[in-house]
Every structure is written in C-alpha cells, then in structure tokens.
C-alpha cells in the first residue's frame, strides 16, 4: 500500500538536510507500484531486523523491505493559508499525504538564521499550526454554506454533516485541530472525505546541530514550554540531528555510529527511529512472505484480515482467497526450516476471517 509523509516545517529549520539524509536510504523505486519520480518524493526502507534474518533463513535472492514515501514539501510561511509564499503550492502538497512530519528546530546558530529572528519551538509549531488550521477553516466553511441548503430537506445523512461542520468551525476557531475533536465512528467517515490537513497525524522531528546551543540540553523555559506542549497532547517526536545524518549518510552503520558519538551526536539513529515512528504513527503492521526467490516486508492496516492483507500482494489473493498457512516469524526461525515447523505444528491454516499479526510469515492459497 502506498503511504507518504509530507516534510513540513518553517524555512531554515532542517527541512531539506533531513529529506537528503533520508533519500540516502532510499530503495529501488521500480519495486513498488505506488512509487514516484517526482525529485521531491524519496521512497525509503523501513528499518527491520527480522525481514533480513528471514532472508538469512531462506537464502533469498532478493529481499525487498517495506516502503514509506517521505515528500520534501515547500517551506511555510506566515499568511500560506492566504497565499502568502508558496502557500497554496505548501496547501496542495500537504492535503495528498498521509501524515505530517513537522521539523521544529530546537538548536541556536547566530550563522542560520530564523524566520522570526529567534529561536522559538513551541511558537513555531503553532505558527504552522494556525495555517493549517485558517486553511481547514475555509474548507469547511465552504462546505458547510452546501450542507446547509440541502440539510433543509431533512435528510438524517446531510443533518449529521451539517452539525459535524458546525462543531468542526467552532473547534477550529478556538485554534484546535481537527484531529483533536472528539467525534462518533461515523462522524470519523465523513470527516476524512473532507481531507482535511489538521486531521491528519504528525509526527515530531526536534532537531538538534552538532556543536551548537541545543535547546534540550539547555532545558530552558523555551524547551520547558516545548515539552510540556508535546505531553499534553500525547504527540508523537524524535530527536534527530539531520545535518550529522547527511554528513554521515555513505558510511556504515558501525561507521556512523561511531562518528556520531566522536561528533557528539546521538549514540543511536535518530532518522531509522523517525522512519519507524513515521510507519506505527498510521498503525500500519508488517507480514513477510519469504523464500529462495524473494524475502518481502508487506505493509497493511492494523486489524486487517488475512484476504485483506493478501490484496497488498496482487487483488486476487482478496477475491480468490480459500485459506493462508502462517506462522510468527520467530517461530520459524527457531524450528530452523517450514518442514520442521509443520511437524511441530507451528504452521497454522487459517482462514478468512483471521486477523493478521504483526511478524506472520504468510503463504496464501487460491
């Protein structure tokens, strides 16, 4: 399936540093349909340790990992939702992914200069907040001048709407999200046919720079005020240090760890742990398909059952299901071959309504 997260962030605050250390992890496009060309989309690995030890195990031929799309969005600015900028080219972008990704600067450099003169997360992110908030706001507002016309036909339906609208306009004019309304399941629907940008998820990259005053580290009131923000509203963040990453991007992964350290970065990988966050942030799971031939990571919604994971392989295994042999990837591993695991029984036959686990190995039957 195919998902994208959309770079987003204010000028000057690491937005093109991190896309280039991400698109140095990129895969070979022509593996996945959804894939693009376009310079701005960089298709990148989900890191994951079992899809390769399931390669060892199978001695494959090719292993393909699974896939996020990370799209380098153009910088926002004050006034965007009214054009200002690049607003309405940021806006069109924006509305097409899956999620956001918000890179809020958090280090001081008198030799990059910021947008607003001062180095100031937390009013960062409500600037961008409020674009996109002015910018839902017309949306719905438009929307709902139709609803009400034709709500006055009494259909239950477009009634719903019409109130869902109105409550949605008041939460945004109280400078809320939408994603922050609470709604009914079937509020949820008619919700994401609006395609609205505030109800999409978002995903935190606090990014720090080598050898500069870096707000963390201070913990001063400003980054006091920053994490107080993130934990009230249960967001989800990684720190990262793009520039470090860039720098580091065709060496090893011994090699970069330990550059980091000497350069005194994060002992671990902020940008694999951003690309993985990135993936559990749309509660997307993973199933493997392996043998000599291919060992493959497929990506499919949380709860989905065995048909509907088989249709991220090709429509027919949904349309044409009969039964799927599946076994946890460790297990697999630890009877050492598929013959070993069948006489222990550990291979199972399930059927159509089985929901799919995070780590089955499946092999689908039509």
Same mark, same amino acid.
Request: proline content about 2%.
């Given at each position: 399936?195919?998902? #994208?997260?959309?770079?987003?962030?204010? &000028?000057?605050?690491?937005?093109?540093?991190?896309?280039?250390?991400?698109?140095?992890?990129?895969?070979?496009?022509?593996?996945?349909?959804?894939?693009?060309?376009?310079?701005?989309?960089?298709?990148?690995?989900?890191?994951?340790?079992?899809?390769?030890?399931?390669?060892?195990?199978?001695?494959?031929?090719?292993?393909?990992?699974?896939?996020?799309?990370?799209?380098?969005?153009?910088?926002?600015?004050?006034?965007? #939702?009214?054009?200002?900028?690049?607003?309405?080219?940021?806006?069109?972008?924006?509305?097409?992914?899956?999620?956001?990704?918000?890179?809020?600067?958090?280090?001081?450099?008198?030799?990059?200069?910021?947008?607003?003169?001062?180095?100031?997360?937390? #009013?960062?992110?409500?600037?961008?907040?409020?674009?996109?908030?002015?910018?839902?706001?017309?949306?719905?507002?438009?929307?709902?001048?139709?609803?009400?016309?034709?709500?006055?036909?009494?259909?239950?339906?477009?009634?719903? /709407?019409?109130?869902?609208?109105?409550?949605? %306009?008041?939460?945004?004019?109280?400078?809320?999200?939408?994603?922050?309304?609470?709604?009914?399941?079937? /509020?949820?629907?008619?919700? %994401?046919?609006?395609?609205?940008?505030?109800?999409?998820?978002?995903?935190?990259?606090?990014?720090?720079?080598?050898?500069?005053?870096?707000?963390?580290?201070?913990?001063?009131?400003?980054?006091?005020?920053?994490?107080?923000?993130?934990?009230?509203?249960?967001?989800?963040?990684?720190?990262?240090?793009?520039?470090?990453?860039?720098?580091?991007?065709?060496?090893?992964?011994?090699?970069?760890?330990?550059?980091?350290?000497?350069?005194?970065?994060? &002992?671990?990988?902020?940008?694999?742990?951003?690309?993985?966050?990135?993936?559990?942030?749309?509660?997307?799971?993973?199933?493997?398909?392996?043998?000599?031939?291919?060992?493959?990571?497929?990506?499919?919604?949380?709860?989905?059952?065995? &048909?509907?994971?088989?249709?991220?392989?090709?429509?027919?295994? $949904?349309?044409?299901?009969?039964?799927?042999?599946?076994?946890?990837?460790?297990?697999?591993?630890?009877?050492?071959?598929?013959?070993?695991?069948?006489?222990?029984?550990?291979?199972?036959? $399930?059927?159509?309504?089985?929901?799919?686990?995070?780590?089955?190995?499946?092999?689908?039957?039509?």
């Amino acid at each position: 399936m195919s998902l #994208s997260i959309g770079i987003v962030g204010l &000028p000057n605050v690491g937005k093109s540093t991190l896309f280039n250390a991400l698109t140095k992890k990129s895969v070979l496009v022509a593996n996945y349909p959804f894939a693009t060309i376009d310079p701005s989309v960089g298709v990148v690995a989900v890191p994951d340790t079992r899809l390769h030890k399931l390669a060892e195990f199978s001695k494959t031929q090719k292993t393909i990992p699974a896939a996020v799309e990370f799209v380098d969005i153009a910088g926002l600015v004050k006034g965007a #939702s009214e054009g200002e900028g690049l607003g309405n080219q940021f806006l069109t972008n924006i509305r097409e992914t899956d999620a956001i990704c918000h890179v809020v600067r958090i280090f001081e450099d008198e030799d990059v200069h910021h947008v607003h003169g001062e180095i100031d997360p937390l #009013s960062d992110i409500r600037t961008i907040n409020t674009e996109l908030i002015l910018a839902d706001l017309q949306t719905v507002e438009k929307r709902l001048q139709t609803v009400e016309r034709e709500a006055k036909k009494g259909d239950a339906k477009i009634i719903m /709407e019409r109130d869902l609208l109105v409550r949605l %306009k008041e939460h945004l004019l109280g400078d809320n999200l939408a994603l922050t309304l609470g709604m009914e399941k079937d /509020e949820v629907v008619i919700l %994401k046919g609006l395609h609205l940008i505030t109800a999409k998820q978002v995903l935190y990259a606090l990014n720090k720079k080598q050898n500069s005053r870096n707000l963390d580290e201070l913990n001063d009131d400003k980054f006091q005020e920053l994490q107080k923000y993130l934990d009230d509203n249960n967001a989800v963040y990684v720190f990262i240090d793009a520039g470090i990453e860039l720098d580091l991007k065709d060496f090893d992964k011994e090699e970069r760890n330990e550059f980091r350290k000497e350069l005194g970065g994060a &002992p671990d990988d902020g940008i694999d742990e951003l690309i993985r966050k990135g993936y559990e942030l749309l509660h997307l799971i993973t199933y493997f398909t392996t043998g000599e031939k291919e060992t493959r990571a497929w990506t499919i919604k949380e709860g989905s059952t065995a &048909p509907q994971a088989g249709a991220a392989i090709h429509g027919d295994f $949904e349309d044409k299901f009969i039964k799927a042999e599946i076994i946890f990837w460790e297990e697999l591993l630890n009877a050492g071959s598929f013959g070993i695991a069948r006489e222990k029984g550990l291979v199972r036959t $399930e059927g159509k309504q089985y929901v799919v686990k995070d780590g089955d190995v499946i092999e689908f039957k039509i």
